[in-house]
């Protein structure tokens, strides 16, 4: 399936509903240090900016489709969640281009999320727990079925590469808390504290109040790329030799119970890889990925013959029948790739973006907006 196949998908999304908006690509520019810093206060002031708009950073180009001269990727695609997914994939791009693994490049794109960007829900510039501690999550998976996991890991930077770990060093495939740390520790990796002061100072602030209540699309606030943006970090690779990789990394929901754990390490859930047919990552609030087995089911319906886009429209739909007032508090968003290259998008609320990277002609910084079940 070749890079109009995404454009397709994109449309016939679209096409579905006239109120869901026009499907659009847009370049980014990645955000400059002093960008990184905002209060809280400022979070979440604007978090619900993106329910209702896309705002372009400065300097953005806004295209509506996918150049024409584009061409079949021959050496893989890569494909990520969220404004940061830019980031992720321009890592773990040189990885396919050079005919390394997709698991390898999977692996980069995630640690670049883990260490290189500083966001509130990804890696070390987290927010922490009510408690004021920081946990990490990830899961890695191969598209054999090899996978790996950790949950509620503290003060390791790369829990992505414990996870490769525990799928590569051990015959389980989750580890969690202390003994996901001790066994990180064991490989090699050193342990470090990780909480920043500016997310100490926003804990501190969250303290006076103490209100607890996941906001819609907390992900984006309108401003691709700023310290604002926040969630998981979903990453989907197909190699040159056709095979099929995903990583998915997060610190979770800020001020979550101690203890408390999503779907990005969760097989099944928060990823979910069958070389044979496809892969799929979620974002969003993780209980209802796990309550659907949401990433194997966008899978199994890659299987039955649905294309990736349509597969995550499914997947929503069944999140909104499972729970129909509840599907409208919150955002749930679901990506996935075929075997073949083809990908598509769909969440319940709109603002969900994702990027692609391949080596066809044309812009590779882009990001495209995901068709959605609501539209406010």
């Given amino acids: 399936m070749n890079i109009q196949s995404i454009r397709g998908s994109a449309a016939a999304s679209v096409a579905r509903s006239s109120s869901q908006g026009v499907t659009c690509l847009f370049t980014f520019s990645p955000p400059q240090p002093e960008q990184m810093m905002s209060s809280r206060r400022d979070f979440l002031r604007t978090s619900l900016l993106a329910t209702t708009t896309l705002t372009l950073p400065r300097g953005t180009t806004l295209i509506d489709a996918l150049p024409s001269t584009r061409r079949p990727p021959t050496r893989g695609r ?21 005919g390394d693994s997709a ?10 999320a883990e260490a290189d960007l500083c966001n509130t829900t ?23 079925g090899r996978c790996g996991a950790v949950a509620a890991i503290e003060d390791i930077l790369h829990p992505v590469s414990v996870a490769r770990a525990v799928m590569e060093k051990t015959p389980h495939v989750l580890l969690v808390a202390g003994g996901a740390q001790e066994f990180a520790v064991s490989q090699g990796f050193p342990k470090r504290p990780l909480l920043t002061d500016a997310a100490r100072a926003a804990w501190k602030k969250w303290l006076e109040t103490a209100d607890y209540k996941p906001q819609i699309n ?7 790329g700023s310290a604002r943006n926040h969630d998981t970090l979903g990453i989907l690779a197909l190699d040159a030799h056709g095979t099929l990789a995903g990583a998915c990394t997060t610190s979770g929901m800020a001020w979550k119970l101690h203890g408390r754990v999503g779907d990005s390490p969760i097989v099944g859930a928060g990823l979910y890889v069958d070389g044979e047919v496809g892969a799929a990552t979620a974002s969003g609030v993780g209980e209802e990925m796990i309550r659907n087995a949401a990433s194997f089911l966008v899978v199994e319906l890659m299987r039955q013959g649905r294309s990736p886009t349509d597969a995550c429209r499914e997947a929503i739909e069944r999140v909104v029948h ?14 996935a790739m075929n075997r073949d290259g083809e990908v598509g998008a769909f969440a319940l609320q709109p603002g969900f973006v994702y990027a692609v990277h ?19």
């Fill in 358 to 376: 391949d080596d066809t002609p044309g812009p590779h910084d882009t990001l495209i907006k995901a068709g959605s079940i609501y539209t406010s």
């Fill in 322 to 335: 499972k729970r129909p007032a509840a599907s409208k508090t919150l955002q749930v968003c679901f990506l």
């Fill in 122 to 144: 990804v890696g070390h510039c987290g927010y922490p727990d009510r408690d004021g501690v920081l946990t990490l999550d990830a899961s890695i998976m191969n598209g054999d």
């Fill in 78 to 98: 890569v494909v990520s969640t969220w404004d940061f997914g830019v980031g992720a994939n321009a890592a773990a791009w040189p990885v396919l281009a050079r």
């Fill in 103 to 112: 698991l390898d490049a999977v692996e980069t794109g995630a640690r670049w």
């Fill in 218 to 224: 907390v992900e984006r606030n309108g401003t691709p």
